[in-house]
């Protein structure tokens, strides 16, 4: 008797709690909770993601000392933007800020990377990773990268579903009202929708986003994962703190005094959960409740070496003076062993984006071995293509960085096609070409990297422009 009527009181005890907390403090990201569910009614998943990462850290460490790669890794997204209201509604303009918010902060590019601490500057690094919205669909046919739906569902998610593995799913799949992906092995899925929770009929503020991270399936077996592992690989962002300067932030009430858009105005949250996507934890390394508010110890690690120790998150501050585990610590890149403070700089803690402008090398090889290793269909065939007689046939592009105007020397190539296409993934200048040498003007287009393709018979060949003044 007792024990059929226990779990519900508790589970009763626990919705009201749980509601009456995310109503106070708002979740930030779902990660933790996203695999922690996962693993609870399929036991091999949090040993595959692990595994993933174990794999991929000890290639990196195995590399260390020899140069690091320098080859860029382009990805391509498609955005899965799904309304149910008007107001739930995404521009195609906030699409493009997002894209360009990920290519600023996983390139260092960002303005505000004058604000890493000269403590950490010795580890903050670019990661080399370009994104795009896909020019092509699963059919082979032109796509803009965005996929507009309206939608009978207000909420992907009421606290019941929430506290289900894979209850936060639904959003990407048809069957249940959402958007089915494109095939998860070659495109980066982005989900944008309202991930705010149905308490009783009250909206209350939800998970900002989740994302899964790489998971080594092969060694376990099948049965021991989710059904829905590849189909529900991607990013999830609530519509509210999707893009740059999102108007719908500013009404949003985070609890504590601020709005969505004193915290989350700048595109991070995304920048945030690709880096989950790309295989990377929280710097806190998970310990303690965060939705309690109780802190873990300087035990808990995110296995990175490079990110000193913290007992809790930033907790939507720049608390430039948060300093939780304050014994001396020798960091790699670094010789000396310091008291380092919280590392709140970083994309992986809960501080507020004015704090946040880097990631740390060792964050940056962990990823990029992670596309390697596990998410290799997304640099697709241009990559390969591009790596044959890449000496040969190189074109060169110069000056680079430039502040406007530039050449592109097509060395013994004389005739093909040549696009620039702008950090959001757009298309902006197009030309045909017969000469050796050419200067081309982008000084009316904005700082960033953009993506120089030239094509003919023979090659297929891109290289990063920086534009910067
Ligand atoms: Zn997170």
Request: net charge negative.
């Amino acid at each position: 008797m007792y024990k059929n009527i226990l779990p519900g009181i508790l589970l009763a005890l626990l919705l009201l709690q749980c509601s009456s907390l995310l109503a106070q403090h708002g979740l930030h990201c779902a990660y933790d909770q996203a695999v922690h569910m996962q693993t609870e009614l399929h036991p091999a998943y949090k040993a595959a993601a692990d595994k993933a990462f174990e794999k991929a850290k000890n290639n990196v460490l195995a590399r260390s000392g020899k140069t690091a790669d320098e080859e860029t890794l382009r990805i391509p997204i498609v955005v899965h933007l799904l309304h149910n209201t008007p107001e739930q509604e995404i521009s195609d303009d906030l699409v493009h800020s997002q894209i360009e918010a990920l290519n600023l902060h996983f390139n260092r590019l960002s303005a505000d990377t004058a604000n890493t601490r000269e403590i950490f500057l010795p580890l903050a690094t670019s990661a080399n990773i370009e994104f795009y919205l896909a020019d092509v669909d699963p059919d082979g046919e032109p796509t803009n990268g965005i996929v507009r739906k309206e939608v009978d569902n207000y909420y992907w998610a009421d606290l019941l579903t929430a506290l289900q593995p894979g209850g936060l799913d639904a959003i990407k799949s048809s069957a249940q009202g959402g958007s089915d992906p494109w095939d998860t092995e070659r495109y980066c899925n982005i989900w944008v929708g309202n991930m705010a929770l149905d308490i009783f009929g009250t909206e209350t503020p939800g998970a900002l986003g989740f994302a899964y991270p790489p998971v080594e399936t092969t060694i376990f077996p099948a049965e021991t994962f989710p059904p829905n592992v590849e189909d529900a690989d991607g990013l999830v962002i609530d519509y509210r703190a999707f893009g740059v300067n999102n108007p719908i932030a500013e009404t949003i009430d985070m609890g504590n005094g601020n709005t969505l858009a004193d915290t989350n105005w700048d595109g991070k949250t995304c920048v945030h959960e690709m880096g989950h996507y790309l295989g990377l934890r929280h710097i806190w390394g998970d310990g303690g409740n965060p939705l309690l508010g109780t802190p873990g110890t300087c035990e808990e690690d995110d296995f990175i070496d490079d990110t000193p120790r913290a007992t809790s998150n930033g907790a939507q501050v720049c608390d430039l003076s948060k300093d939780t585990c304050p014994d001396e610590e020798v960091l790699p890149g670094i010789d000396t062993a310091a008291a380092y403070p919280d590392m709140v700089e970083n994309y992986m803690d809960y501080s507020s984006e004015s704090c946040q402008n880097m990631f740390t090398a060792q964050q940056v090889a962990l990823m990029r071995e992670m596309i390697t290793l596990y998410r290799e269909g997304l640099l697709g065939e241009e990559i390969n293509v591009n790596n044959e007689n890449l000496e040969a046939k190189a074109i060169a592009l110069y000056p680079n960085p430039s502040q406007g105007i530039f050449t592109i020397d097509l060395g013994d190539q004389k005739s093909g096609s040549l696009q620039v296409i702008d950090p959001a993934g757009k298309v902006v200048q197009e030309m045909q070409v017969n000469q050796a040498r050419l200067q081309v003007n982008l000084s009316k287009q904005a700082d960033g990297v953009y993506l120089i393709l030239f094509n003919n018979e023979d090659i297929k060949e891109s290289k990063r422009l920086v534009l910067m003044r």
